[in-house]
């Protein structure tokens, strides 16, 4: 017997996700919901005005999009480890990465659906108007999302094998991707506010959205190289 | 090997007083900031062994993937613990110099803050290690290592974005940098001695995991056979 190829297995363990998700919607009722909470929370705790919410909008939106994309990747090997899934697909001959770029895949997907629904409930909520220009922010959108969730979709696998594994996988995550956060929410805030902002001096939000298309590669590339390692962990 | 352990013991504290008398005696008060400025004798060699420390554990990770050798997971584990004592060290006693000096005890400036993303990666994998079962946490480890191996570059980039407040290296820089020659001897023998210190606490911690493997080992091995 052949083993399968990397791309039909990767679209056939996609595929088995994302029907699984569209008949159960756990991931993205529970991130939706959890989302919502948060900026709900962050309106009460900071009250801002319309000047004020524009500034610190980037911040809100990605930390509200961190904290509800960990419940999504929380979800993500739960299922496989009932019934020993993860166990046989360690013995059958499919690449393990198609496994892990399926999960990502999947877990890209969710995150930018509640991207999608969280838009238009922040620009309803904090009066936003971007003075930059939208499709930068689409961009910073979709990088930053990956950003977040190859590593997570990786370390969610780690932290399968912790005593903790809920309360794991942020404590690996988030040191990691500071620089990310830290180059998505400048970059959004600069366009939505349409200046650098003083403490990042003369920088650009194209110098952040480089920055975050690098780490995207660079991290895509070591996770690729290591899942094979961390799936065989014993 | 256990006299050299002796000998480098001995020839480790021997330099760490010797650091102390030049540090606290001989190097003469600095003019502006006075005695606290006597903290850089201890500040800058910890910083700089606690760097040593992430490096020895960035190549003993590597090796360990590559090999899988109990030895190497020994020495990654001992850096990680021991460079995060140091990064601590150097965390606490950087605002304890910068209050009366800068009148903040913290800014979020490029070095301060990228010493302290340095410090919660190995935080995190030092509770990684901690939370994994023994058989599983070296790989786990080892690939956390690589992570944070990699991400160092982004977090300098990122950081140095940032407005920086701490001085630029005194050392090298240009016309005007340099330290008072009594200053600068009294500097070097604290690295040196640091250096000495941190990698003796590294070989102390390496010793004693690598007992624990052994102690952990025998026990297996009575329990099969008891079985048998």
Same mark, same amino acid.
């Given at each position: 017997m052949s083993s399968p190829s990397l791309a039909a297995m990767t679209r056939a363990t996609l595929a088995k996700d994302l029907r699984l998700e569209w008949r159960s919607k756990d991931a993205i009722n529970s991130m939706l919901f959890f989302a919502l909470l948060v900026v709900v929370i962050f309106a009460f705790a900071f009250d801002p005005t319309a000047e004020e919410s524009r500034r610190i909008a980037g911040g809100l939106i990605w930390t509200a999009l961190l904290f509800a994309t960990v419940v999504a990747l929380n979800q993500t090997w739960a299922r496989e480890l009932r019934n020993n899934v993860l166990d046989a697909y360690r013995v059958s001959p499919a690449p393990p990465n198609a496994m892990f770029l399926a999960k990502a895949f999947a877990n890209f997907i969710f995150v930018a659906v509640l991207q999608m629904l969280m838009t238009p409930l922040f620009i309803i909520f904090y009066n936003l108007r971007s003075i930059g220009p939208v499709w930068q922010l689409v961009l910073i959108g979709l990088l930053a999302n990956w950003a977040l969730v190859v590593n997570g979709t990786f370390f969610a696998a780690m932290s399968l094998r912790t005593r903790n594994r809920e309360i794991m996988l942020p404590l690996i995550l988030f040191p990691i991707s500071i620089p990310a956060l830290m180059a998505m929410v400048e970059a959004t805030t600069q366009v939505l506010t349409g200046t650098a902002q003083v403490i990042s001096g003369? @920088? @650009?939000p194209r110098f952040w959205i480089q920055l975050l298309g690098v780490y995207d590669v660079v991290f895509t590339v070591v996770c690729l190289a290591l899942f094979e390692t961390v799936l065989n962990a014993e | 090997m256990k006299n050299a352990f002796v000998i480098f013991a001995l020839a480790t504290l021997a330099l760490l007083s010797y650091g102390l008398y030049m540090a606290l005696i001989v190097a003469p008060t600095e003019a *502006?900031? #006075?005695? +606290?400025?006597? =903290?850089f004798y201890y500040h800058v060699p910890s910083a700089w062994a606690a760097f040593l420390c992430f490096a020895i554990n960035a190549v003993a990770s590597i090796w360990y993937l590559a090999k899988r050798g109990v030895k190497a997971d020994a020495i990654a584990l001992a850096s990680a613990e021991v460079g995060v004592v140091f990064c601590t060290i150097v965390l606490i006693t950087g605002p304890i110099w910068a209050r009366? +000096?800068? #009148? =903040?005890?913290? *800014?979020?400036d490029a070095r301060l803050t990228s010493t302290l993303v340095l410090w919660l990666i190995y935080v995190a994998y030092l509770m990684l290690r901690r939370f994994s079962s023994s058989g599983r946490a070296p790989v786990l480890a080892a690939t956390l290592a690589i992570f944070g191996f990699f991400d160092v570059p982004f977090v300098y980039l990122s950081i140095r974005i940032f407005r920086t407040q701490h001085p630029q290296p005194v050392m090298g820089g240009g016309e005007n940098s340099g330290l008072d020659p009594t200053m600068a001897h009294a500097f070097l023998w604290n690295l040196l001695a640091f250096t000495c210190y941190c990698l003796l606490v590294i070989w102390m911690r390496y010793r004693l995991q690598v007992a624990e493997q052994a102690v952990e080992d025998a026990h297996a091995e009575r329990a099969l056979g008891e079985r048998a």
């Open positions: 003369d @920088s @650009s | *502006t900031m #006075g005695d +606290v400025q006597r =903290i009366p +000096v800068w #009148g =903040i005890w913290w *800014t979020w």
